[in-house]
């Protein structure tokens, strides 16, 4: 199983930024799909999630949303207003079947993870 994250680069604080991640899942629709990020120097952190419906965390609800393609296995994370404290390493992650509020957050209950694609927002 891989799943390849791109659509990442240097844009200005502000801009838009749409990520894209491919998964080689045959049955990618029983998949919950999830984007995590990792500030410099920090811990990894949920950024939102998409199940039978989408979970955000606070620090970006209302500037970014989480998208799927089951017919193309591509999860999207559409990212606008950007700013400086967005800048992080970006990863995907699936877990089989379906995410909850409460377990959408947690790293540890995803199956498979990306290699990360690096944002950096300038101010």
């Known amino acids: 199983v891989q799943l390849q994250a791109f659509g990442g680069g240097l844009v200005q604080a502000g801009d838009s930024l749409r990520l894209s991640c491919a998964a080689s899942?045959?049955?990618?629709?029983?998949?919950?799909m999830g984007w995590f990020r990792q500030p410099p120097g920090r811990e990894r952190e949920f950024v939102a999630a998409?199940?039978?419906?989408?979970y955000y965390a606070d620090s970006i609800k209302g500037r970014f949303t989480i998208s799927r393609d089951n017919a193309e296995n591509t999860v999207y994370l559409q990212m606008n207003s950007l700013k400086a404290e967005d800048t992080a390493v970006y990863y995907c992650?699936?877990?089989?079947?379906?995410?909850?509020?409460?377990?959408?957050?947690?790293?540890?209950?995803?199956?498979?993870w990306g290699k990360g694609t690096l944002v950096t927002v300038s101010s």
């Open positions: 992650a699936a877990k089989y079947g379906i995410a909850t509020a409460t377990t959408s957050k947690y790293a540890r209950v995803y199956d498979y």
């Open positions: 899942l045959r049955t990618f629709s029983t998949f919950a």
């Open positions: 998409i199940s039978r419906t989408t």
